[in-house]
């Protein structure tokens, strides 16, 4: 999985003239460029890798330097990015069924901009990037928006239309938006007290039910599984037989 830097599905566009000359000249104007790399550091938006058209390489630009097309209207890089990046360690995943799906994007003042998926960004490695709740666990999607800007958006902030599925959609315009809760849970399948394998070697082993098995026990069987039981709910480890 990458580190700082990693590949990008490559795709072409304009860099605003001004970010190739630290934001004190050139503005107004522009260059052609093809995007092909992205940099995650931990408390920054999001660097994307060009390769302008006369060949310089240039690094960590935020998606606020990106247009898709020229004399667009330029939105503050705190309305296309919601949130800094929350790792070093990241991966792009282009996932295939939301390929160029059309979405609508809520932006921090409410505005709601229509645009296209991309692919998505997703941090892993720390508290921050994989704890459940408000403080993390949030993807970063890449989205082509109409007007020509480039967003990085999580899950909250978009609605997609795929017409031949989503025959309801919300109607984020009229105000209608979905009233899920922030997930602040963290799955597990082996946190069951219950449960508790056979004391045997065999492959296809069986699976021991506490509640139910213990009354056929035998008082050294039940005090075996008691001690095993304690060891489970402490977050001790069982041993295995020998």
């Known amino acids: 999985m990458p580190e700082l830097n990693s590949d990008l599905p490559v795709f072409n566009c304009f860099v605003r003239s001004e970010y190739l000359y ?13 995007v092909f790399g992205l940099t995650s550091i931990q408390g920054r938006a999001l660097g994307f ?6 060949g310089a390489q240039v690094s960590n630009l935020p998606a606020s330097a990106l247009v898709l097309k020229q ?10 990015q919601m949130w800094d990046c929350f790792s070093y ?5 282009p996932f295939s069924w939301l390929s160029e799906m059309r979405c609508q994007v809520i932006l921090r003042d409410r505005q709601i ?16 990037s994989e704890e459940p709740g408000e403080a993390g666990l949030k993807d970063g999607h ?5 007007c020509g800007c480039i967003a990085c958006q999580p899950n909250s902030r978009i609605i997609f239309h795929e017409p031949s599925f989503i025959t309801n959609p ?9 009233d899920y809760l922030t997930q602040t849970y963290k799955f597990k399948c082996e946190t069951d007290a219950k449960w508790t394998s056979e004391d045997s070697y065999r492959m296809f082993y069986d699976d021991h039910d506490l509640d139910v098995d213990f009354a056929n026990l035998s008082a050294e069987e039940k005090k075996e599984l008691a001690r095993r039981r304690a060891l489970l709910e402490a977050g001790w480890p069982v041993e295995e037989p020998k």
Do not use: M, Q
Not at 22 to 34: A, I, M, Q, V, W
Not at 49 to 54: A, C, F, Q, V
Not at 71 to 80: D, F, R, T, V
């Open 142 to 146: 890449l989205v082509f928006l109409d």
């Open 49 to 54: 890798r060009i390769l302008t058209e006369r």
């Open 22 to 34: 630290d934001l004190k000249s050139h503005h107004g104007e522009y260059e052609e460029c093809t």
């Open 170 to 178: 919300y109607r984020i315009r009229e105000g209608e938006r979905p």
């Open 113 to 128: 901009l229509d645009g296209r998926y991309y692919a998505t960004v997703g941090w892993y490695g720390n508290n921050d």
């Open 89 to 93: 360690h990241f991966s792009i995943t």
């Open 71 to 80: 004399h667009e209207p330029h939105l503050p890089l705190h309305y296309l």
